[in-house]
């Protein structure tokens, strides 16, 4: 399967994605206390956390196999999406975005849980004592590129609509 040229910008994203994602993760283990508030705003601050389970601590408390389940799963997905990239039409900007966003996300995550058995996470928002759980650069990017898949896909959606 031949490479595309555009594709590599998008393998970029995913990797500059996959820098900002361990930089941060070291510099905040580093140093921050574990589970220990930096407060900067009144609804924001940094904890150095770690999350042995999924998105908001899913299956956290399962007894170490979900370290290996969600790695080979992130590892499948990454593959996928390299190869969706690959194949993907030069024009179809805002979905390989979306992908590299993604995919730069699923490997920032991967990395950790192989390498540690928890993701990292030090992004808290709250509004009083109602706490968004804690979460990192990588779960960002995942979610942007979630939202741009899904906008992408209602965008397209109304042009062949407006065809028919």
Request: hydrophobic residues 50%; contains cysteine.
């Given at each position: 399967?031949?490479?595309?040229s555009?594709?590599?910008?998008?393998?970029?994203?995913?990797?500059?994605?996959?820098?900002?994602?361990?930089?941060?993760?070291?510099w905040?283990s580093?140093?921050?206390?574990?589970?220990?508030?930096?407060?900067i705003?009144?609804?924001?601050?940094?904890?150095?956390?770690?999350?042995?389970?999924?998105a908001?601590?899913?299956?956290?408390?399962?007894?170490?196999?979900?370290?290996?389940?969600?790695?080979?799963?992130?590892?499948?997905?990454?593959?996928?999406?390299?190869?969706w990239?690959?194949?993907?039409?030069?024009?179809?900007?805002?979905e390989?975005?979306?992908l590299?966003l993604?995919?730069?996300?699923?490997?920032?995550?991967?990395?950790?849980?192989?390498?540690f058995?928890?993701?990292?996470?030090f992004?808290?928002?709250?509004?009083?004592n109602?706490?968004?759980?804690a979460f990192?650069?990588a779960?960002?990017?995942?979610?942007?590129?979630a939202?741009?898949?899904l906008?992408?896909?209602?965008?397209q959606?109304?042009?062949?609509?407006?065809?028919?």
């Open positions: 399967m031949p490479f595309k555009t594709v590599w910008k998008w393998y970029g994203l995913a990797l500059l994605v996959l820098v900002l994602d361990q930089v941060s993760k070291t905040f580093a140093n921050l206390e574990y589970a220990r508030p930096w407060v705003t009144d609804f924001f601050n940094f904890t150095l956390l770690h999350n042995t389970g999924a908001f601590s899913f299956l956290s408390d399962s007894g170490g196999w979900q370290r290996w389940f969600f790695s080979v799963i992130a590892a499948v997905v990454s593959v996928v999406l390299v190869v990239l690959a194949r993907l039409d030069a024009a179809k900007r805002c390989a975005a979306a590299g993604v995919l730069g996300g699923a490997l920032g995550n991967l990395m950790d849980r192989v390498q058995g928890y993701v990292v996470d992004i808290v928002v709250h509004y009083q109602n706490y968004w759980p990192n650069i779960d960002s990017a995942i979610c942007v590129g939202v741009l898949l906008i992408d896909g209602f965008r959606g109304r042009a062949e609509q407006t065809e028919s």
